[in-house]
């Protein structure tokens, strides 16, 4: 049986897994775009005036409201609206809905995550200086890009920053593997470069320092996470370590110090969500953080918002099962073929390798206090099930210190192989029989709300800039209906303007010419 197993084309495991997990990720890919993305999206092509080369000048003239909110996060601002400008664009170009758009961006950034992990991987050293090796990193590559991609089942479309802010997100999870990545190189390289190098390498981690404390609150977790790798990997000498420490640190420091001071002269109303609260509610909201991270913990929560007279998601609802068993499948045949995915540690890998785990766990403990210690923070993350933003880069963490632990596990290849493919088999399994349908109920809860069925209406108008006459009707009903949530929510009024400018720079006409837009 092995011997035929092993003839199978290389293709048919690839090609297996590849369904198998595009059927798991359809909910999450194809959810409603959510949030202020619904807007930042449209206003993206008028806003940078259809050139990608106008986003720096636009990011720099943004900041202004921003710091009167009490928030400077540059490099984050300049990533998204990039990612906006080109998915619109692409949007207008194909005609593709933009929810489909928003759907191809998360799995680029998905995949991205993969690509950075396997970047850091490469630079990790043992005492000796010596590279892990190639099939152990291969095989946590593998490991951790299966649970990242199961990951996304969270569950809740709304709060899930799987779903919400992607590029800050998950796009972060990639900003701290490549801030990771480069202090080990810079590390690396000290020894044998000249003074010149030196300078460089230390201003250039400083300069990083500063490129993350300048993206997003979030992200400065990447900080921790890059001093406890030069702290721990590689051959390096103590005081080439310490320098390095300090220049990243203290461009951090010193953007903190810089931009606290911008804020202080520029505040006049703080955003809630930056209000600091360090009352006791901040140790529960990070415990929580860190449990709603984990895959399918909002099964519950969403069986109670279901509502709206849809079923209540019921195991082996719906063809998950069938992209589970796929996916299943595909890793036992791959452990099956591929004799050398495991055959060891060999001596002085598993010290690296605890490091980097450790780094992750720090990590991963600092973004959910982070994203505790605002006032807002035990409101939205008040029980279990109910994610937030961090939930990707969470996950990641938790993902990476997994799928070394995995590696780390004492006992035959042979053995080790098939504990390393069940893990992931089996939650696949379990994802595809409990969480997927649940995922889809989510989705379809979502969809039955009336505002966003007007939303997603509007973004198709948008797109397609139909002139036919019942086209610009169904505007005109759009544009009346939106007034009429004044009583519900201002805030979601405010999105109708945006809309109409972008269909006006688009396409050279009115969102809707008949009657009183709300430009009159």
Request: with cysteine; hydrophobic share 50%.
């Amino acid at each position: 049986m092995d011997q035929l197993l092993r003839r199978l084309p290389a293709w048919t495991v690839w090609v297996t897994l590849g369904i198998g997990f595009l059927g798991l990720l359809l909910p999450w890919v194809l959810a409603p775009v959510t949030s202020d993305e619904r807007y930042h999206y449209p206003a993206a092509p008028y806003r940078m005036d259809g050139n990608l080369l106008n986003v720096l000048p636009w990011t720099i003239d943004d900041m202004e409201w921003r710091m009167a909110a009490g928030r400077i996060a540059p490099v984050g601002v300049f990533a998204q609206h990039v990612v906006y400008f080109l998915g619109m664009q692409f949007a207008f170009s194909t005609g593709t809905p933009l929810f489909v758009v928003h759907g191809i961006v998360k799995i680029l950034l998905l995949v991205l995550a993969v690509l950075s992990f396997a970047l850091l991987l490469a630079q990790l050293r043992r005492r000796d200086g010596e590279r892990l090796d190639p099939h152990l990193r291969r095989t946590a590559v593998l490991i951790f890009a299966a649970l990242v991609a199961l990951g996304v089942t969270t569950v809740s479309p709304t709060r899930n920053g799987w779903t919400t802010f992607v590029v800050l997100c998950i796009g972060g999870i990639t900003l701290m593997f490549l801030a990771g990545a480069a202090s080990l190189w810079t590390l690396r390289s000290w020894s044998r470069r000249g003074p010149v190098f030196k300078v460089v390498g230390a201003l250039g981690l400083a300069l990083l320092g500063v490129v993350i404390m300048l993206s997003y609150e979030m992200h400065w977790a990447a900080t921790p996470f890059s001093v406890l790798l030069l702290a721990m990997v590689g051959p390096a000498p103590w005081r080439h370590r310490i320098v390095l420490i300090a220049s990243l640190a203290g461009g951090w420091l010193a953007a903190v110090w810089w931009s606290r001071e911008a804020i202080k002269a520029a505040t006049k109303v703080t955003y809630v969500g930056l209000e600091v609260d360090l009352t006791g509610a901040v140790p529960r909201t990070a415990a929580l953080q860190l449990i709603n991270a984990l895959p399918g913990v909002g099964i519950t929560r969403v069986i109670d918002d279901v509502g709206v007279g849809l079923p209540v998601p019921q195991p082996f609802g719906g063809s998950g099962w069938v992209w589970g068993l796929l996916v299943a499948i595909g890793l036992s045949l791959l452990m099956t073929r591929r004799t050398n995915l495991w055959s060891g540690l060999a001596a002085g890998e598993r010290q690296p390798m605890l490091a980097l785990a450790m780094a992750l766990v720090a990590s991963a403990l600092a973004a959910a206090v982070i994203l505790s210690v605002s006032v807002q923070s035990p409101q939205i993350v008040s029980s279990l099930g109910s994610t937030y933003r961090g939930t990707p880069w969470i996950w990641a963490c938790l993902a990476g210190v997994l799928a070394l632990g995995a590696l780390a596990l004492p006992g035959r290849p042979r053995v080790g192989r098939a504990v390393l493919i069940s893990g992931p088999a089996t939650l696949a399994l379990l994802v595809g029989i409990l969480v997927w349908p649940t995922n889809v109920s989510a989705v379809q809860t979502l969809r039955a709300m009336d505002q966003y069925a007007l939303w997603e209406s509007a973004q198709a108008q948008l797109v397609t800039g139909s002139p036919e006459p019942k086209a610009e009707q169904r505007r005109c009903l759009i544009a009346r209906q939106w007034r009429g949530m004044t009583g519900r929510s201002p805030y979601f009024v405010l999105f109708l303007p945006h809309y109409e400018k972008a269909f006006d720079y688009q396409w050279d006409r009115p969102w809707c010419s008949q009657g009183r837009t709300s430009k009159d």
